[in-house]
């Protein structure tokens, strides 16, 4: 049976409330980067700033960015229908304070709340997440440590701060996050009770290197964004999420990431994994061949017109993962007989379906941000989808395995 689908749009921000915090912290124009974004994603966007906030960058430019009035004073009236200090509190899905300043922190810590931004986050029953940002000495320091701390007891989710260049000049540790990592947060806050809630998914992406020497190795041209897309996917909707990933693209937030350059170590980290996860996805190139032997010296040129390398076939270790619970989804990059070629792939690997993509197809592949695919199952129905984004085709795979994942 063949089925073709309609494109596929999750949007988990669409129509949810984000309290934006910004704080006195030199970083706080990044805030306005990070506001457009949650935007972007279909988020409403409701912006608290601290009177230092408003020195550092104008109400404006988040009023502007967010069509929303801006909260500064904890007696500006905001609604009919609550208490004003608490409105906020009680309709925000997730309340993102960044840049978090150390004296921000010390309040939360401690429950005051003579300021909107933390009467609010005292009152609201929302995820908090704090991205601190400040000099590296002030972070380090033991009473910022120490309300840290208190902070993730109390439930809150801290986000960095990261290390690198500090306003100072200095290096260190006191960097707010990339606006991509808190963007990730704020998605995996809100999709918490989403349909993969309580679910373990392992997302295996990249394409592995085989080392010839030291120097040199073969590989192929995935470059994993397929895979970090399907891993985000499964984060925004709930799942606990293992990515095992050869690529060098940056790192999914609110995801657990293991790095596995080679076959071996791919096989290494998923077979032991997967014993206890309920879903699969193996959307790595793993290499199908190795060279017979890696030099341990670089291997010099010999002056001679040609040289051969010599091959060995890889053995598949997908059949080896196995789980009590385990739901397995392949992938076949073809460029030929596509269907055909991966539906003989569904029994060997024990995969429950195979995510088969024409990779000759304009569109789709390797490197671009969208791909057309078909899921073929072992007996040969398939699902034929249109060109979608990446994160689209990880919903569309989500959805298909759904069902077919053991109930809680
Ligand atoms: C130029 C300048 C830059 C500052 N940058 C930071 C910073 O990055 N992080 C921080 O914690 N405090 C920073 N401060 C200090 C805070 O602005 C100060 O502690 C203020 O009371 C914070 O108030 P708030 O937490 O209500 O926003 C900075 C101060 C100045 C004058």
């Known amino acids: 049976m063949t089925s073709i689908m309609r494109p596929i749009s999750h949007t988990p921000l669409q129509g949810k409330n984000v309290v934006l915090g910004v704080t006195g912290s030199i970083a706080a124009y990044k805030a306005a980067d990070i506001a457009s974004k949650l935007v972007q994603a279909g988020a409403s966007v409701d912006v608290i700033m601290t009177t230092s906030a408003t020195t550092f960058v104008g109400t404006a430019t988040f009023e502007a960015l967010t069509h929303r009035p801006v909260t500064t004073g904890l007696w500006q009236a905001r609604s009919e229908l609550n208490m004003d200090h608490v409105a906020l509190a009680l309709q925000a899905d997730c309340i993102l304070i960044a840049p978090a300043t150390a004296n921000t922190i010390a309040k939360l810590a401690l429950g005051i709340a003579d300021d909107p931004l933390t009467a609010t986050v005292l009152a609201t029953e929302a995820p908090v997440i704090i991205a601190p940002a400040m000099d590296a000495d ?18 809150a989710i801290i986000a960095g701060p990261a290390n690198g260049r500090l306003a100072s000049g ?9 606006t991509h990592v808190l963007e990730g947060l704020v998605r995996q806050a809100i999709g918490r009770h989403g349909d993969y809630s309580g679910r373990r998914v392992i997302v295996s992406a990249g394409g592995t290197r ?12 995935s470059t994993g964004k397929m895979g970090h897309r399907i891993a985000e996917a499964a984060r925004d909707r709930g799942a606990d999420v293992l990515l095992i990933t050869a ?32 879903l699969l996805i193996m959307a790595a ?35 080896l993962a196995k789980g009590r619970k385990l739901v397995k989804v392949a992938f076949a990059a073809e460029t030929n007989n596509v ?9 060997p690997k024990g995969a429950a379906f195979v995510v088969a ?52």
Request: negative net charge; charged residues 25%.
């Open 138 to 155: 002030m972070f380090a320091s033991p009473s910022t440590q120490r309300n840290v701390n208190t902070l993730v007891e109390d439930g």
């Open 210 to 221: 085989q080392p010839i020497d030291p120097v040199r190795f073969i590989s192929n041209r």
């Open 247 to 278: 690529s060098d693209l940056p790192y999914p937030s609110g995801v657990e990431v293991v790095k596995a350059m080679t076959v071996e170590e791919m096989r290494d980290t998923i077979v032991p994994s997967s014993s206890e996860a309920d």
């Open 357 to 408: 993509n024409d990779i000759s197809e304009p569109g789709s592949g390797f490197g671009t941000d969208t791909n057309r695919v078909t899921f073929v199952d072992s007996q040969g129905n398939t699902q034929q989808h249109p060109l979608m984004t990446k994160l689209n085709v990880g919903h569309a795979i989500l959805d298909y395995a759904l069902p077919l994942l053991t109930k809680h």
């Open 285 to 319: 190139a793993i290499s199908d061949f190795t060279p017979a032997q890696v030099s341990d010296q670089k291997i010099k040129k010999q002056g001679q017109p040609e040289t051969s390398l010599k091959l060995v076939e890889v053995e598949d270790f997908m059949p």
């Open 170 to 178: 200095l290096l260190g540790k006191g960097r707010l996050v990339e």
């Open 339 to 347: 269907e055909e070629n991966a539906k003989a792939k569904t029994t």
